[in-house]
């Protein structure tokens, strides 16, 4: 069973433009909601994360957006370059218990 | 040299064989895990283990089996590979000391095609 709702599966973005993925999540025990990077031929790595108690976490120019009311969170990628071409994974995790439950994963391309 | 290894990277296999994909990593961490990838089924969790006497199943563990020989080696097998076992195997690594953060480390991945 998804827990986790990723969209969209793909996404086309020109070259300074602003990238925007989605997730939703319905266990409201989730306490810590990453976002993880994979480039091809590569494993996932740690990109950005967010705990609920907070609605916006900015770290260079990726941010994350929580809304926890709504149970949804996002991704933003300002100013979106090539080389941010990769597929991204939402991701909700619950502490204590040392897993987490992935989203389906977004491609993202940007265009020169 | 990367702090989760996995091997083999490749792997073409027939019907019925028996694979084992191994993983080892250096960064003395306790936690690791088996995830399986798939295109626009993301990454699905096969298996997990805490240490050497703990491991646990996870939302996908039918059809495999796995093994933690030391805490740094933990191993996933087919024990009668099928071709819907076609995938991108990922190990990951956590160390349960930092707590809420809980961030995984993966290796680079192992590709199995099973015909």
New interface residues.
């Given amino acids: 069973q998804q827990q986790v709702k990723q969209s969209p599966q793909s996404l086309i973005v020109q070259k300074g433009g602003i990238s925007i993925i989605n997730c939703a999540y319905e266990n409201t025990a989730f306490d810590y909601f990453p976002w993880y990077q994979q480039f091809p031929g590569k494993g996932p790595a740690l990109l950005i994360a967010i705990r609920p108690d907070v609605s916006e976490k900015k770290e260079g120019r990726f941010t994350i957006s929580f809304n926890k009311s709504a149970k949804q969170f996002s991704l933003h990628i300002m100013d979106s370059q090539p080389g941010d071409s990769a597929t991204y994974f939402c991701a909700a995790y619950t502490s204590g218990t040392y897993k987490y439950i992935f989203g389906t994963g977004t491609r993202l391309k940007v265009l020169a | 040299d990367a702090d ?1 290894t996995q091997t083999p990277r490749n792997r073409i296999t027939k019907t019925g064989k028996r694979i084992m994909l191994e993983c080892s990593q250096t960064k003395g961490h306790d ?1 690791m895990y088996w ?1 399986r990838q798939d295109p ?6 096969i298996y ?1 283990s ?1 240490d050497v006497k703990d491991i646990n199943k ?1 939302e996908i563990s039918d059809g495999y089996s796995v093994s933690r020989q030391a805490q740094a080696k933990f191993s996933l097998s087919l024990e009668s590979a099928i071709p819907n076992q076609t995938a991108l195997y ?1 190990c ?1 690594t ?1 160390d ?1 000391g930092r ?11 192992s590709r199995l095609t099973v015909l």
């Fill in positions: 989760v936690r995830y626009g089924l993301g990454l699905r969790l997990y805490f996870g990922f990951a956590g349960r707590g809420i953060t809980g961030e995984l480390f993966f290796g680079e991945g």
